[in-house]
């Protein structure tokens, strides 16, 4: 167990609807990940949060957005659902010293988000 | 060209066996190498990482070569439990993006 946890285990949506999934850090960890991954296909970054502000994202669209807590836990919001964003999202938390190019990060159990 | 390739596999290895897997890398600014491993239905965990001169962890030994832009993992006496998908994982430069591989797949045969 990672102390990472996500909510809600699974999700069930329509075409062009909101979802909002969530995550809590491990204790004492000050940033947070968070990942795309389909079927078959290795985690795609999708952006990280560090101290409640963006620091860094990958290739996604602006639909997709997030919010990082005073606590250090996180949110992952995206609008306008289409099917191709069913997949199974993945948050991990890491304590970035500022100091090391990449800190260990622990992974949640993930969301499994299905767009029908 | 994909950032991270990897060869999906599967591996199908006897018991015992040795394997090693490599990573291609195509961003020569990247900083930071690793290997992550995921069973089925479940979250990453990080296996270890790969630094420039070599590191060994028990039957595992990771490599990293700058000038070739690649990594391996090398698996000795392979287990029924190292059954899994070996993810690779590249950062480039702190600019924060993380890149995974789409992972190798390996099947250890009893």
């Known amino acids: 167990e990672t102390g990472v946890t996500q909510s809600p285990t699974h999700l069930i949506k329509t075409r062009g609807q909101q979802v909002t999934l969530r995550c809590s850090s491990q204790?004492?960890?000050?940033?947070v990940s968070w990942y795309q991954q389909a079927l078959g296909q290795g985690p795609q970054f999708i952006f990280q949060?560090?101290?409640?502000?963006?620091?860094g994202r990958g290739n996604f669209p602006p639909r997709f957005s997030g919010l990082q807590f005073p606590n250090y836990s996180s949110e992952l919001n995206v609008n306008a659902l289409e099917l191709d964003d069913s997949a199974l999202y993945l948050c991990a938390s890491s304590l970035d010293s500022g100091r090391a190019p990449y800190n260990e990060q622990f992974f949640g159990p993930g969301t499994r988000l299905t767009v029908l | 060209r994909k950032e991270v390739e990897q060869d999906p596999g599967p591996f199908n290895v006897p018991e015992g066996a040795t394997v090693a897997f490599n990573c291609t890398y195509s961003n020569s600014a990247s900083q930071s190498f690793f290997w992550y491993r995921q069973d089925c239905r479940k979250e990453p965990k990080l296996l270890m990482s790969v630094y420039s001169s070599g590191n060994e962890d028990g039957r595992f030994t990771a490599q990293l070569n700058r000038a070739s832009q690649y990594i391996s993992l090398l698996i000795r006496d392979s287990k029924l439990s190292d059954s899994a998908t070996y993810l690779c994982?590249?950062?480039?430069?702190?600019?924060?993006?993380?890149?995974f591989g789409k992972g190798t797949r390996l099947h250890i045969l009893p």
């Open positions: 994982v590249v950062e480039r430069n702190r600019d924060d993006k993380i890149i």
């Open positions: 949060y560090y101290r409640e502000e963006e620091n």
């Open positions: 204790s004492g960890h000050n940033t």
